[in-house]
C-alpha cells in the first residue's frame, strides 16, 4: 500500500532533549517536507526537499533540522525541543516526475508532539 | 512564505446545505489541490487540478481551477455530518514547493 509513514504518532518529551521523527514514504517520491499544525495558523511548512542530499529551509525552519541521505526518508530532528514546539507535526511527500498529474502530496498521520 | 487566502475561515451549516469556499493567490500556480482534514488526522486529497477553467467534479464535490490561474473553489452539494473537518486549499508551481492555505472549518449540523 503506498503510504508516507510517520514515528512515533505522539510523543511527550522535555525541554532540551533532543528528539527525532521519522518519516518513510514508499512511493519512490522526489519531493518531501514537513509541516506543523497549531490551532488558527493553518499548514506551515518548516523543511522541504526536492530529492538527495537538497533540502530548503519553508517559513519556520527555527529549531528544527532535517536531512535527505535517501530518497524514501527525510527525518525531522529537534536538537533542543522548546515547549514553542508542541504542535501537531505532518510529513508529506509528491513524486515531481511523469507530469503534472503526479505531482500531489499526500501526507502522514501526524505526530503530536508536546515539550514540557 | 507566501501564504493562500481562504475563505471563508469557518462555516457552521445545516445538513443537505451546499457549502462554498475559495482560495486565492497573489501569485499564479499551475496545479490546484483540495484536502479534507478529519480531527488529529493528515490531510486527505479530494481533488486535484491542472488546467486553468478545469472543472472537476468527486461524487458531491466540484472543484474548480480559476481562469487566471490565481484562484481556486470547492463547492460540497447537499452537506452531510461525515463531511465535517477542515478543508485546505493549495497550490503549486511545477519544480517548486507547494504552498497551503490557512483552511475552512466546516461544522454540519443535523
Known amino acids: 500500500e503506498a503510504q508516507v509513514t510517520q514515528n512515533p504518532r505522539y510523543l511527550i518529551t522535555v525541554t532540551g532533549k533532543k528528539l527525532t521523527v521519522t518519516c518513510s514514504q514508499n512511493m519512490n517520491h522526489e519531493y518531501m517536507s514537513w509541516y506543523r499544525q497549531d490551532p488558527g495558523l493553518g499548514l506551515r511548512q518548516i523543511y522541504y526537499?526536492?530529492?538527495?542530499?537538497?533540502?530548503d529551509k519553508g517559513d519556520v525552519p527555527e529549531g528544527y533540522k532535517v536531512s535527505r541521505k535517501e530518497k524514501r526518508n527525510f527525518p525531522l530532528i529537534l536538537e533542543s525541543p522548546s515547549p514553542n514546539q508542541t504542535s501537531l507535526y505532518f510529513c508529506a511527500s509528491s513524486s515531481l516526475t511523469g507530469g503534472r498529474s503526479n505531482e500531489k502530496l499526500f501526507f502522514g498521520s501526524g505526530t503530536q508532539l508536546s515539550v514540557l | 512564505g507566501q501564504q493562500l487566502n481562504q475563505s471563508p475561515q469557518s462555516m457552521f451549516i445545516q445538513e443537505g446545505e451546499d457549502v462554498s469556499m475559495n482560495c486565492t493567490s497573489s501569485?499564479?500556480?499551475?496545479?490546484w489541490l483540495w484536502y479534507k482534514q478529519d480531527p488529529g488526522e493528515g490531510p486527505v486529497l479530494l481533488i486535484a487540478l491542472y488546467k486553468a477553467g478545469e472543472l472537476t467534479s468527486n461524487g458531491r464535490l466540484t472543484a474548480q481551477f480559476g481562469i487566471t490561474r490565481k484562484d481556486s473553489f470547492l463547492n460540497i452539494s447537499a452537506s452531510i455530518p461525515s463531511d465535517v473537518g477542515i478543508y485546505f486549499c493549495?497550490?503549486?508551481?511545477?519544480?517548486?514547493?507547494?504552498?497551503f492555505g490557512t483552511g475552512t472549518s466546516l461544522t454540519v449540523i443535523p
Open positions: 493549495a497550490g503549486h508551481r511545477t519544480g517548486n514547493q507547494f504552498y
Open positions: 501569485s499564479i500556480f499551475n496545479t
Open positions: 526537499s526536492m530529492n538527495v542530499e537538497v533540502t
